[in-house]
């Protein structure tokens, strides 16, 4: 399963969808993907076709399409499968969401660390372009002008937060913004903008290539459709899966070769970690949400060297423009090495737990407001393991 | 720097920007290439893409510092960059970061005298199923072993021919 041949992404016909969008109004591609119910891949999970008629009634003389690939949630790694085996797909998406919302400018926001796909997705590009796939009067279909440039990621986690990203892509630092207005307001150089993670524009030429019904065929009523997932960790055979959603967590970990796994991490580092007492749970945006990233923790893992090497990376990513998150984050790495240390009491754990608990409301994005969830569920679902220490040395 | 030389980068930094043009946008676009072709970000650099951009040298300065691609400090000919997340680490990434020490004779951080290797951690690079996983400039390596390391050190010397420079502006190892 983890070969991708086996998925449903890859029976996907190449520009079926796009053909098909070029066919209907608007107003109609926006409703197809609306009725598909898709929720953003991306992992904040926004249904997509809600944010494109956001973007489509806005008037305005230029709009953007941007692809979300700067893929750096600890631990997930589909964004870039999807873009080596199937780029069409996602430009194709790209497209389809262009003509949808009266766009004629798309990026792709790649990061740094993925230069090397930058070739093949180039040759891709051109190739569409050579096709009448990209250009001017795509398709045939007069005034539908569209095209897509690549720009790079320079090595910052928290220029995937949309804003952030926005933000480097009008050459400045990756500082993220308030919000509103959001992007579908005022995004890239003040215009209406699009963001979009780049499995679901793959969805997006999926759905329009076989039909909402057949997207909702799949996954749960509140959660449609299927995901892929990036599996790694103690288990058997990492790698890509395509689920559905809805999947129980002991499910998937048979799929992958997981069994008796101590603990999951779901969503990556800003995600949550789930006990074996709840692998009953499912993967679902009523249940628990992710943007595909699952790390396995087999029965020997030290839940406090997991949490540590989190709170080390958004130390590290952190942007420093909001106290909750960059003082936040300091203290509480400090707390779980004193922990690591044996020499944290209850009391300051608590206190730790206060603090946590804070900076999910008063941290100014994303990655703030999620970096203490490890921590937090490790502190509630590990406590026994992580009391009372004696350091290895002593 | 003799002024000969600072009149020869100057006219190349011209280059880069026209290539790129002068919109704020361009910001970052014209400093990825200058890293890639000198392997620092200098203060004269910085100087010249402000004046060009109309914007002060402060404000290109705050876009250097910010990510971690862009470096004021001189970076080596190959950057070696080993992840450290969570996936990495449990497949052993510690042994492998040892020997990256040993045999190159630095620290991480560090970039070695003769210019040509600099040792840095990377955040997650997206390899998490074949780690322990490192990025060589542009150039993926997974599931490195310490014993691999010498190999993959090995190869990056032997590039060092005439042409190695040129080639790692074009981003080939
Ligand atoms: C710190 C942080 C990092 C993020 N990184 C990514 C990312 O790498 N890729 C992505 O698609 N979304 C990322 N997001 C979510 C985006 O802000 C945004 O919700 C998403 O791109 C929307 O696309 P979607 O609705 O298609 O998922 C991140 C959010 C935060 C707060
Ligand atoms: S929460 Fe963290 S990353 Fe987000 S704006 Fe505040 S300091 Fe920056």
Redesign the interface.
């Known amino acids: 399963m983890s070969t991708m041949n086996d998925t449903m992404l890859a029976t996907i016909e190449a520009d079926a969808g796009l053909k098909a969008a070029l066919q209907q109004s608007r107003i109609d591609v926006i409703g197809i993907i609306r009725d598909s119910g898709m929720k953003g891949r991306g992992g904040a999970g926004f249904p997509t076709g809600v944010k494109w008629n956001l973007a489509a009634g806005v008037h305005s003389d230029k709009k953007y399409v941007v692809c979300n690939a700067d ?7 589909k ?2 499968v999807i873009m080596s085996d199937w780029p069409d797909l996602v430009f194709e998406g790209m497209t389809i969401a262009a003509y949808a919302i009266g766009a004629d400018e798309g990026i792709v926001y790649l ?6 796909l930058v070739k093949q997705l180039e040759e891709c590009l051109q190739k569409r372009r050579d096709n009448g796939l990209l250009g001017h009067s795509i398709q045939g279909k007069e005034g539908f002008n569209f095209d897509i440039h690549i ?2 990621g ?4 928290v220029c995937g937060e949309e804003t952030a990203l926005i933000e ?7 500082e993220p913004r308030n919000r509103p207005p959001f992007p579908v307001n005022t995004g890239f ?1 003040g215009r209406p903008t699009i963001v979009n993670n780049v499995e679901t524009f793959a969805w997006a030429s999926a759905i329009l290539s076989k039909g909402a019904d057949w997207f909702k065929s799949f996954g749960t009523d509140k959660s449609t459709g299927l995901k892929l997932f ?5 288990v058997a055979r ?3 899966y395509e689920f559905p959603m809805g999947i129980t967590i002991s499910e998937l970990l048979n799929q992958v070769g997981g069994e008796g796994a101590k603990a999951v ?1 779901i969503g990556g ?1 800003s995600g949550h970690c789930v006990p074996a007492s709840q692998f009953g749970r499912t993967i679902a945006y009523e249940d628990i949400a992710t943007g595909g990233s699952i ?1 396995v923790f087999g029965p020997e ?1 030290d839940m406090l ?2 949490v540590e ?2 709170l ?2 958004f130390q ?2 952190s ?1 420093g423009q909001c106290t909750p998150c960059r003082i936040g984050n300091t203290k509480l790495l400090d707390g779980v090495r004193m922990l690591k240390r044996g020499e944290c009491s209850m009391k300051y754990l608590r206190e730790l737990v206060k603090l946590g608990q804070t900076m999910q409301i008063a941290a100014k994005c994303g990655l703030g407001q999620s970096s203490p969830n490890a921590f937090l569920s490790i502190v509630e679902n590990f406590q026994n393991e992580i009391m009372g220490r004696i350091p290895a040395s002593a | 720097m003799l002024t000969t030389q600072q009149e020869k980068l100057m006219g190349e930094l011209k280059a880069i920007v026209e290539k790129h043009g002068t919109d704020r946008s361009a910001l970052i676009p014209i400093l990825q290439d200058v890293q890639k072709c000198y392997h620092t970000i200098s203060d004269f650099a910085m100087q010249v893409i402000a004046d060009m951009l109309g914007i002060h040298p402060v404000e290109v300065n705050s876009v250097v510092t910010f990510y971690a691609f862009l470096n004021e400090k001189y970076h080596g000919k190959f950057v070696i960059r080993l992840c450290r997340t969570i996936s990495c680490e449990m497949a052993g990434k510690a042994a492998v970061a040892r020997q990256l020490e040993n045999d190159l004779g630095i620290k991480f951080g560090e970039t070695t005298d003769d210019g040509r290797f600099t040792l840095e951690w990377a955040n997650c690079i997206g390899m998490c199923d074949q780690g322990p996983a490192m990025l060589v400039n542009d150039q993926v390596f997974t599931r490195v072993t310490p014993e691999k390391v010498h190999d993959i050190l090995q190869m990056c010397e032997q590039s060092f021919g005439p042409h190695t420079l040129q080639k790692a502006e074009e981003h080939v190892l």
Request: charged residues 30%; glycine residues 16%; aromatic residues 12%.
């Open positions: 893929e750096g949630e600890p631990g997930t790694f964004d870039r990061r740094g660390e993925y230069t090397y720009h790079m320079s090595g910052a986690y480097s892509l009008e050459g400045q630092r990756g150089k990036s599996v790694s960790g103690d990492p790698g890509v991490q580092a790390i893992r060297d997991v090497n989190f080390e990376f590290d990513e942007c």
